[in-house]
């Protein structure tokens, strides 16, 4: 079997997969982020081993996603946000292997979700796609010729760090980028400055629902964000295959008739019809991706 391990801020998942990446069995546990990187590998590596009490099994390998600027190579941590202690530069891969004696992949956690939603999600197949998530913050990730394209410095896909949405401070130090308007931080901020109140996403969500006209103006400016973000890559890579997941689109009934409209008034140059999906596996979306990530390093080395 292959273990997927996806580390969180807030919690940590483990999965257990089949050699078919069907999830046998899988965990959450807290993530110790204030207790350094030690600390947070040996929660994921303890989870792990009541996965595999639980199910008896020869581990073939170990993929790892984990939010931040990784160096997926060298299996390290490079930059990771003030809410993890002693969390960039860790060795995470070094620390899983010296455990384990499998062989262990690290990959950032947008890129494992991508991986993910190619392998067993919405998207399964696709030869080609852009994964977008809408959370705390806007990460993306590129799929190109049935593999994840990182670029030449593992920067490729930034999504939301594209410029040109506007002239609002970015929490990364720039201004007017699409995290600015759909990330579920920037809603909430967007909708104080127009009310003068405090809700979280889920809440102006609700909100919408129940016709309040603040609320919906932030979903469809959220949207149409996404919608020129999605325009742009289609124009510079000919991509016609979307999925976008994370928290804030759980909220697909507020986001998708804004983005649809938005692709209909600006069709790409191609011409072609873009199919934009929300994610399919949830929360267990980086957690696979990540066991499909070691599932086709593995392969490739057994084909060698």
């Given at each position: 079997?292959y273990?997927g391990?996806d580390?969180?801020g807030?919690?940590?998942?483990?999965?257990?997969?089949?050699?078919d990446l069907t999830v046998?069995?899988?965990?959450?546990?807290?993530?110790?982020?204030?207790?350094?990187?030690?600390a947070?590998?040996?929660?994921a590596?303890?989870?792990?081993?009541?996965?595999?009490?639980?199910?008896?099994?020869r581990?073939?390998?170990v993929?790892?996603g984990?939010?931040?600027?990784?160096d997926?190579r060298a299996?390290?941590v490079?930059v990771?946000?003030?809410?993890?202690?002693?969390?960039?530069?860790?060795?995470?891969?070094?620390?899983?292997?010296?455990a384990?004696?499998?062989?262990?992949?690290?990959?950032n956690?947008?890129?494992?979700?991508l991986?993910?939603?190619v392998a067993?999600?919405?998207?399964?197949?696709?030869?080609?796609?852009?994964?977008?998530?809408?959370?705390?913050?806007?990460?993306?990730?590129?799929?190109?010729?049935?593999?994840?394209?990182e670029?030449?410095h593992?920067?490729?896909?930034?999504?939301?760090?594209l410029?040109g949405?506007g002239?609002?401070?970015?929490?990364?130090?720039?201004?007017?980028h699409?995290?600015t308007?759909?990330?579920g931080?920037?809603l909430?901020?967007?909708?104080?400055?127009?009310?003068?109140?405090?809700?979280?996403a889920?809440?102006?969500?609700e909100?919408?629902?129940?016709g309040?006209?603040?609320?919906?103006?932030?979903?469809?400016?959220?949207?149409?964000?996404v919608?020129?973000?999605?325009?742009?890559?289609?124009g510079?890579?000919?991509?016609t295959?979307?999925?976008?997941?994370?928290?804030?689109?759980?909220?697909?009934d507020?986001?998708e008739p804004?983005?649809a409209?938005?692709?209909?008034?600006?069709?790409?140059?191609?011409g072609?019809?873009?199919?934009?999906?929300r994610a399919?596996?949830?929360?267990?979306?980086?957690?696979i991706g990540?066991?499909?990530?070691?599932r086709?390093?593995l392969?490739?080395?057994t084909?060698?």
């Open positions: 079997m273990a391990v580390i969180g807030t919690t940590t998942q483990v999965v257990l997969c089949a050699a046998v069995d899988s965990v959450e546990v807290p993530t110790p982020a204030a207790e350094g990187g030690r947070m590998v040996g929660a590596l303890a989870a792990l081993d009541l996965l595999r009490e639980r199910v008896p099994s581990l073939l390998g993929g790892v984990a939010a931040g600027v990784v997926s299996g390290r490079l990771a946000s003030d809410s993890f202690r002693s969390w960039a530069g860790f060795p995470v891969t070094a620390r899983v292997e010296e384990l004696g499998v062989p262990a992949f690290l990959d956690d947008v890129n494992a979700f991986r993910g939603e067993e999600g919405a998207v399964a197949g696709e030869p080609a796609a852009l994964g977008m998530t809408l959370g705390t913050g806007v990460g993306g990730a590129l799929w190109l010729d049935g593999a994840l394209f670029g030449a593992g920067a490729a896909g930034e999504i939301g760090h410029p949405f002239d609002l401070p970015c929490t990364c130090g720039g201004r007017g699409l995290e308007l759909a990330s931080r920037s909430a901020a967007r909708y104080g400055e127009r009310t003068g109140r405090s809700l979280t889920r809440g102006i969500a909100a919408a629902v129940d309040d006209p603040d609320a919906l103006a932030v979903y469809e400016a959220a949207g149409a964000g919608a020129r973000a999605i325009l742009i890559t289609a510079l890579v000919d991509l295959t979307f999925v976008i997941g994370g928290g804030v689109s759980r909220a697909w507020l986001l804004s983005i409209a938005a692709l209909a008034a600006e069709p790409p140059v191609s072609q019809p873009l199919r934009v999906v399919r596996l949830g929360s267990r979306a980086v957690a990540a066991a499909s990530r070691a086709t390093e392969g490739a080395v084909r060698v």
